[in-house]
């Protein structure tokens, strides 16, 4: 069961595809130049293009998707303590964002990328191009989110309400059963296109340094999380640290913060600094708003794949703005496999610019390594636990049950 699930899990399918166009690419580029190898390369550009035409249509659809509906979830239960829980899982996501810009602006430039490469061969132009225009701008589509969300919770619109939630499982299931079946395809045919022109074998090395040095973060970010909390909470945070192994490995395991909910709890709840009400309380909502480890790596791979592409690093200015909309989108994103760096694809094209290459490698190294970025947010959002827990004590917030359904 489990091979079963490994071999038909993403992370496999993407490596498949990955390997697969990187060996038709070589092929093709090693080939002799005919009228066969020009047929072949005609159909994977254009077939690439209508599958990013595809992908880029339904970028709005799932920003509408998952941000309105969160905020109208959170909004109903709004209250002192979920604000504060909101707060600082922002400034928590915020932090790790700016951290590895921080980090990005520092290693990358360092970093064997050879941003032009002699003797690269030309793909041919696309067949046909069947354009598929957006409903709306990615900016328009955030705006519109949030808007309709709070509306809707200040009015207390249980009709909208509703809508959103049935159109929050209609975009989910357009991403389970239309998006994430095509991406290992499209990134295969893109990871063809680079191959045979010629510049995939240079970049490898980079991507491999580029893991190891998100993995670095992640517990450097969690090391900062939980001496922040011990501090504030006067408690001992090696006491909740070392009951989360667990948490971790099931993380890793499921690359979904839903999935390991149960876990998680568990976890918390063997913590003696933490206050169960705040751990039902905050355990299960953490899960789904708090994606730090996430935000870390995705920041620090559109900064990586923007000097592999583009030759440059995106401007200060830019990042800045990339990471404030980041921590944003990753309250909204969903905790399942891959649910940031899907949400959050309107702003990697529309404030970073890149095409479709570049979205292709975002989408792939991220989901390689996504396990270890859930990992980091389930771990830290026991950090956060222990930050509401001394909120509650400073506040005199009485200590009360609170029933979850998981």
Not at 193 to 221: N, R
Not at 374 to 386: E, F, I
Request: hydrophobic share 55%.
């Amino acid at each position: 069961m489990k091979k079963n699930s490994f071999f038909s899990s993403l992370p496999f399918k993407l490596l498949v595809g990955v390997v697969l166009g990187i060996v038709i690419g070589l092929l093709l580029n090693g080939a002799a130049e005919s009228a066969f190898v020009s047929a072949v390369l005609n159909v994977i550009v254009t077939l690439k293009y209508i599958l990013g035409q595809v992908i880029t249509f339904c970028v709005p659809l799932i920003i509408i998707g998952f941000i309105a509906p969160s905020i109208t979830k959170l909004g109903s239960s709004a209250s002192r303590m979920l604000g504060v829980a909101i707060t600082i899982a922002y400034v928590s996501s915020l932090g790790a964002a700016l951290f590895s810009m921080a980090a990005g602006y520092g290693l990358i430039p360092h970093l064997s990328i050879a941003t032009e490469v002699e003797g690269l061969k030309e793909l041919p132009a696309v067949v046909f191009e069947l354009s598929i225009p957006q409903i709306m701008p990615v900016m328009s589509a955030l705006v519109f989110s949030v808007m309709v969300g709070l509306a809707a919770t200040w009015n207390q619109s249980k009709l909208i309400i509703g809508v959103l939630d049935e159109f929050q499982k209609i975009v989910l299931s357009l991403v389970s059963k239309v998006i994430i079946p095509i991406l290992p395809v499209f990134i295969g045919f893109t990871f063809c296109g680079l191959a045979y022109e010629g510049s995939i074998t240079k970049q490898l090395p980079v991507f491999l340094q580029v893991i190891v040095i998100v993995l670095i973060g992640h517990f450097i970010w969690m090391t900062l999380l939980y001496a922040i909390a011990g501090v504030y909470s006067g408690e001992n945070p090696l006491e909740i640290v070392k009951n989360y192994g667990p948490a971790y490995l099931t993380a890793v395991g499921t690359m979904s913060s839903a999935a390991t909910l149960a876990v998680a709890l568990q976890c918390a709840d063997k913590s003696k600094p933490l206050r169960k009400d705040m751990v039902q309380f905050g355990i299960p909502l953490f899960a789904n708003i708090h994606l730090c480890g996430s935000v870390l790596t995705e920041v620090f791979f559109c900064m990586t794949i923007s000097k592999i592409l583009y030759g440059h690093i995106p401007s200060l200015g830019t990042m800045i703005l990339f990471c404030v909309l980041l921590g944003i989108f990753a309250i909204g994103a969903p905790g399942v496999p891959g649910g940031t760096v899907m949400a959050s694809l309107g702003i990697i094209t529309g404030v970073l610019m890149f095409d479709d290459a570049g979205t292709a490698l975002m989408l792939t190294i991220f989901a390689l390594q996504d396990s270890f970025g859930t990992a980091c947010n389930v771990t830290g959002d026991g950090a956060l636990t222990l930050i509401l827990t001394g909120y509650a004590k400073k506040h005199k917030i009485e200590e009360q049950h609170i029933s979850v359904d998981l």
